[in-house]
């Protein structure tokens, strides 16, 4: 037997196995070493905790396990391993040692196979499926059982990791991907659940045969959603439809990352109603950018069930608390409506309460809507280039529906059928609130009509001008009725 046991790993492996983070995700496209990392990870996780650790490796079969992940690793470590009682079972003899049970969770009654034994690291290999149906994957339920199941062992620390090729955008493992770093906090103590995501790009595993790539690109380049996902090594994009917004480039507009709660920046809260109500919490930064931090909808919710359980505690959180003094909320026009319980109280006047904020109505015209956004998502900020609307992870699913799951809806000749994109879903719901506040914010000055821009370009002007008794030096004095005189330009 070797004296050492060496990994020869590339920047991002190395990144995943040695960070301390208590989730961990490594992600990226086919043969690219994500299991290789995942061994390396494990034996490294035992060094950390100072002592033999037992450990869990999940896949969505046992099969998967024994044909698949049991030869990879019998590649990697050679008599450094071994299996016993039909691969069920799993020893390194790294110093410290890893024990490991291998079991797959078809599906919820055997969530209980993790129930039993104390383990210091959970690992998931490949949980989102390759083929619906033909495999399964793995359900969002054995992830966040994982979380409460890998910190059992007594004498060690938490570390749940994750290895797989990307799924795509309407999977559960892309929604924690780009789900906040900081997972979970005590606010008493200030404890917390850290998670880190890894994506390894496409050819940085360099002892992967050139002809074993080109093969992945063959294989697939027939299929645009699994050529993404295996060799591309990025999600893929889910369209149901004709897009609402093709103008939206995820690569310019979705940030990929956790942008940060600028102080003092006013506050943006946009809304749709009815019983599929949604909230997106944004800013509004100088000099004219949106930024994006939380996308929030409720099936079956109505505006304050929505508010009280998801937008007041994400409000009252660490990340928002103290930061922002100034709000303005904008939504659907018919949310000024009173309800059928009561004719004293509307959606909109239950936002003005929880809140303590002032509703303001976006316009009702789908195309005062949809050209405001198309030219904010086509259009930079003049002073720095930078696109006017951005979108953190945290607001993952307002990506998801403006990437393409926003949609119209067609007939089998991809005609598009209606007047207006498929209505209380998720996706269109937090697309139409975000149309509403943008409209508000960002408003298309071509399409507004010529009494409103009338108001735009004087108002301001006239305002100034009643603090002084005479016209200001080389001002021409606006009209007294509101109305301009002459041209204007549109």
């Known amino acids: 037997m070797p004296v050492d046991l060496k990994f020869d790993l590339s920047a991002t492996q190395s990144a995943f196995v040695h960070s301390n983070a208590d989730i961990v995700m490594l992600m990226g496209p086919m043969g690219e070493g994500k299991t290789h990392a995942g061994v390396a990870g494990a034996i490294r996780h035992a060094h950390r905790c100072g002592k033999d650790i037992q450990i869990a490796l999940v896949r969505d079969t046992h099969q998967n396990i024994k044909t698949s992940t049991v030869p990879s690793i019998k590649e990697i470590l050679g008599y450094w391993v071994n299996f016993h009682d039909d691969d069920k079972k799993m020893v390194i003899h790294s110093t410290p040692t890893v024990t490991a049970d291998l079991f797959g969770i078809d599906d919820e009654a055997s969530l209980s196979k993790l129930q039993g034994p104390q383990y210091a690291l959970i690992w998931l290999e490949e949980p989102a499926p390759i083929i619906e149906k033909a495999n399964a994957g793995l359900p969002r339920s054995v992830f966040d059982m994982s979380i409460a199941r890998a910190a059992r062992q007594t004498g060690t620390t938490m570390r749940v990791q994750v290895t797989q090729n990307p799924a795509d955008e309407d999977h559960w493992t892309e929604e924690v991907a780009n789900g906040p770093r900081i997972w979970e906090e005590d606010p008493e103590t200030g404890l917390q659940i850290i998670k880190e995501v890894f994506r390894i790009a496409y050819g940085e595993n360099t002892y992967l045969n050139l002809k074993a790539r080109l093969a992945n690109k063959a294989a697939f380049r027939n299929d645009p959603g699994k050529y993404a996902r295996y060799v591309d090594g990025i999600p893929a994009p889910v369209q149901k439809g004709e897009r609402v917004t093709p103008f939206y480039n995820a690569k310019i507009h979705y940030a990929g990352r956790e942008l940060p709660i600028i102080p003092n920046a006013l506050g943006l809260r946009f809304y749709d109603g009815y019983h599929h109500s949604v909230c997106i919490i944004a800013q509004y930064i100088p000099p004219g950018k949106i930024w994006i931090h939380a996308a929030l909808w409720g099936d079956g919710l109505g505006i304050k069930e929505l508010l009280e359980q998801r937008a007041v505690p994400i409000l009252a959180s660490p990340k928002f608390k103290g930061k922002i003094a100034d709000w303005r909320d904008i939504g659907d026009p018919s949310m000024r409506t009173p309800d059928q319980s009561t004719t004293g109280e509307s959606a909109a006047k239950r936002v003005e309460r929880i809140l303590k904020t002032r509703f303001e109505s976006g316009p009702t015209r789908w195309t005062y809507r949809i050209d405001p956004l198309r030219q904010a998502l086509t259009s930079t900020c003049a002073s720095d280039g930078a696109p006017l609307?951005?979108?953190?992870?945290?607001?993952?699913?307002?990506?998801?529906?403006?990437?393409?799951?926003?949609?119209?809806?067609?007939?089998?000749?991809?005609?598009?059928?209606?007047?207006?994109?498929?209505?209380?879903?998720?996706?269109?719901?937090?697309?139409?609130?975000?149309?509403?506040?943008?409209?508000?914010?960002?408003?298309?000055?071509?399409?507004?009509?010529?009494?409103?821009?009338?108001?735009?370009?004087?108002?301001?002007?006239?305002?100034a001008m009643s603090y002084s008794t005479r016209p200001f030096p080389g001002v021409a004095q606006p009209p007294m009725d509101g109305m301009a005189r002459g041209g204007m330009g549109r």
């Not at 699913?397 to 209505?423: E, F, S, T």
């Not at 298309?444 to 108001?455: C, D, I, N």
Request: hydrophobic content about 40%.
């Open 389 to 463: 609307i951005q979108i953190s992870s945290t607001a993952y699913d307002l990506h998801r529906a403006l990437n393409g799951a926003w949609h119209w809806k067609c007939d089998n000749n991809g005609r598009r059928i209606g007047n207006l994109p498929v209505q209380r879903e998720k996706h269109g719901d937090l697309g139409n609130a975000l149309a509403y506040g943008v409209a508000v914010m960002m408003p298309s000055r071509a399409l507004l009509p010529v009494k409103q821009l009338r108001a735009i370009n004087y108002n301001p002007l006239r305002r």
